[in-house]
């Protein structure tokens, strides 16, 4: 590229400036600067060697001017892009505001899952706290500006007016206020510590694995004859897909199931379809259809009385008369979609090892990058797999069923009493009636599903209701069993002590109680103290370790601090309600499912024939398209709504930041501001899918 001319390049004719000519490569978002020698350089340098060729330039003040204007230019388009962006998010919360929408109107209540009386009363207790916060907010503020610094040895000397007040007030606090917080403060701080030391544990667990590439291998090779592929180790497998009104996403996991890789005579497919929209009914029954004229082994199933949620249309499907020829059940839920070789990875393990009653694959997500949201559900749900599975798995042989992605023993199954309905969690529940049975569990961390991550914070809200109440209910109805089984003491322990108590109900605990409740009070009650290591270190040291499994992610890290801190506010609610068997805690809510998978995953998962087909009796990709885009605009209008609890909360942390500036506690300001904030963007939904 030639020199530029003019003001920037230089003054015309022979009076313009003499220097080396630059070429720009301006490839967003890296600059890279490339320098071309001139014959004039050139004799320059061999001058300045005395005759002799130089081994290097050194750089005039026109090339370092260059680099200066161009990091000064990229600078000024972050600013920008950073501007635009506040801007953008300013408006978005006006707009909300001005909507007016919150998660109390008339059916979100009963659509979240929660349960009214502990919503009300939970948020009356926010408020009344943000209430008292204000008032001694503004007591300290006044102190501050009225010049009160009373020292605790002037407590007992006699003053007058509102001086008085305020000395009798830090009397009452000093005697009174300030032991039960620090009572409740110190044993917060045990139960973060256990916690941490636990996640700690689970993390060298993990780093131990990896170093000695323990991996879970079949007792014997399932290897097929040479000669005759199908002669292999290839036992009867029934496939099951439950349902409910996901017309976005069922379509993909058919194709996906019916082009597993596994002799077509050897397994069969049931799509267990509970919707009660007539159309998505029609939708799922017609695909089933054209399945089954291209010869695949599937059968559509819709049950009159939906009872029992997903747990009873398992129990249903599996009370047909046919089951008993099969020794295996894959599940999956509608959005999941797994690899022709998913039955050869996972079945394989059941051969000759009589004791194995599951097989758990991991999970992968076709839209982690889609927002903020699912990045941080990412993050989480890396470390589940990562390291609470894995680690589970290895060296314990049990875990959590995932609910989908699994391949059962039926034997297993039916010894352990079949899918039950007395919790939202049936996954978790007859996992844990197997474990009591004898079963054991192997979970493969190099075999993924794909499947999506709830965009929407309204969906991750309930999703994560559910999943934090129905531990609870599982807790109060297994505890007698867990008591009374013949296993070893150790496995006792480890289901009571670990996988129910810390995990289940301590860790939303002291997360709400510590972060929300505790460290804002120290903040007006400054007798009762909350160190810096545990308001800073270890939680920075512990979301490290969260992070650790998925290393792309680490920009991310203080956004998932926070968000979980937010997020503890729904966990300790759906807590309490599952402990306590309060209001709608046995409700289920179906995720809402966005359907990211694009035309190009339906043809390539449809069969050879079928690629190069448009009529018939072929799925009609082109239709498929039609019939989505007609569907959402016939759905019926999301909205973005503000959510009361965390608005409420972010303004109590607001003010408790500002009670810490005055003190001038430089960590705890920062954490109470940057939470409070964290809060703030939640309670005005802007952290999920925007819907304009």
């Known amino acids: 590229m030639t020199p530029w001319s003019g003001l920037w390049g230089g003054k015309a004719g022979g009076d313009a400036y003499r220097g080396t000519p630059v070429v720009v490569k301006m490839e967003n978002p890296n600059w890279s600067i490339s320098e071309i020698s001139s014959p004039e350089d050139d004799d320059e340098d061999i001058l300045a060697a005395g005759g002799r060729r130089k081994g290097g330039r050194t750089k005039n003040a026109k090339q370092i001017r260059w680099v200066l204007l161009l990091k000064a230019h990229r600078a000024a388009g972050c600013l920008a892009s950073l501007a635009s962006a506040a801007v953008a998010l300013g408006g978005a919360a006006r707009r909300r505001v001005a909507a007016g929408r919150t998660d109390a109107e008339a059916g979100v209540v009963a659509?979240?899952?929660?349960?009214?009386?502990v919503r009300s009363r939970f948020y009356t207790f926010i408020k009344a706290f943000l209430v008292v916060s204000l008032l001694l907010l503004a007591v300290e503020v006044a102190a501050y500006f009225n010049g009160w610094n009373l020292a605790a040895s002037a407590l007992a000397l006699p003053v007058i007016g509102l001086e008085s007040l305020y000395a009798s007030w830090l009397r009452f606090r000093a005697t009174y206020v300030a032991p039960g917080i620090q009572f409740l403060t110190d044993a917060c701080v045990v139960l973060f510590l256990i916690q941490s030391a636990d996640r700690l544990i689970q993390c060298l667990g993990c780093f131990y694995i990896h170093i000695k590439r323990i991996k879970p291998?079949?007792?014997s090779l399932a290897l097929p004859d040479v000669e005759d592929p199908d002669a292999g180790y290839y036992p009867m497998v029934l496939?099951?897909?439950?349902?409910?009104n996901e017309k976005e996403v069922y379509q993909?996991?058919?194709?996906?199931?019916?082009?597993?890789?596994?002799?077509?005579?050897?397994?069969?497919v049931q799509v267990l379809d509970d919707s009660d929209d007539p159309l998505t009914q029609t939708l799922i029954r017609e695909e089933v259809a054209k399945w089954q004229q291209q010869g695949a082994r599937i059968v559509y199933r819709h049950r009159v009385l939906r009872d029992g949620y997903k747990a009873g249309n398992l129990k249903s499907a599996m009370s047909c008369s046919y089951v008993k020829d099969y020794e295996f059940v894959a599940i999956f839920d509608a959005d999941f979609q797994p690899h022709p070789d998913f039955l050869k990875r996972t079945v394989p393990h059941f051969k000759d090892n009589n004791e194995l009653g599951l097989v758990q694959a991991r999970w992968s997500f076709v839209n982690k990058d889609e927002n903020l949201l699912t990045r941080l559900q990412y993050i989480n749900l890396c470390f589940h797999f990562e390291v609470e599975q894995q680690v589970n798995g290895v060296f314990l042989n049990f875990f959590g069923f995932n609910g989908t992605a699994g391949v059962w023993r039926i034997k297993a199954l039916e010894d352990s009493g079949g899918w039950m309905e007395r919790t939202t969690v049936e996954d978790m529940d007859i996992a844990v009636r197997a474990h009591l049975h004898g079963w054991k569990f192997i979970f493969l961390n190099d075999v993924e599903c794909q499947c999506e991550l709830p965009e929407s914070y309204e969906a991750y809200r309930k999703q994560q209701h559910r999943w934090h109440s129905?531990?609870?209910q599982l807790f109060r109805l297994c505890l007698p069993d867990i008591i009374k089984c013949k296993i070893a003491f150790w496995k006792?322990?480890?289901?009571?002590?670990?996988?129910?108590?810390?995990?289940?109900?301590?860790?939303?605990?002291?997360?709400?109680?510590?972060?929300?409740?505790?460290?804002p009070m120290t903040m007006f009650v400054p007798e009762a103290e909350l160190p810096d290591w545990v308001v800073c270190y270890i939680p920075a040291l512990m979301s490290l370790l969260n992070i650790l499994p998925s290393p792309k992610s680490f920009p991310f890290i203080i956004?998932?601090?926070?968000?979980?801190?937010t997020m503890s506010v729904t966990k300790f609610n759906a807590m309490i309600s599952g402990l306590f068997q309060l209001g709608s805690a046995y409700e289920w809510v179906v995720t809402k499912k966005s359907g990211r998978s694009s035309e190009g995953d339906l043809i390539s998962l449809a069969p050879k024939e079928l690629k190069h087909l448009k009529t018939g009796s072929a799925p009609n990709l082109d239709a498929v398209a039609k019939e989505q885009l007609a569907s959402k605009k016939d759905a019926k209008k999301k909205h973005n709504r503000i959510y009361k609890k965390e608005l409420a909360l972010s303004m109590l942390l607001l003010t408790a930041a500002a009670r810490s500036l005055l003190s001038k506690q430089g960590i705890h300001f920062y954490f109470l501001l940057f939470q409070g904030i964290s809060f703030l963007l939640v309670g005005l939904d802007l952290i999920g899918e925007q819907v304009e």
Do not use: H
């Open 559 to 565: 956004p998932y601090l926070l968000f979980e801190n």
């Open 470 to 472: 129905g531990p609870m």
């Open 252 to 268: 993909q996991s058919i194709a996906a199931v019916c082009n597993l890789d596994w002799p077509k005579s050897n397994f069969l």
């Open 111 to 117: 659509a979240t899952g929660e349960s009214p009386v």
């Open 217 to 219: 291998k079949p007792k």
């Open 239 to 244: 496939v099951q897909i439950p349902m409910c």
């Open 492 to 519: 006792k322990a480890n289901l009571i002590f670990l996988f129910f108590l810390l995990r289940k109900l301590i860790l939303p605990f002291y997360s709400f109680t510590l972060f929300c409740i505790i460290l």
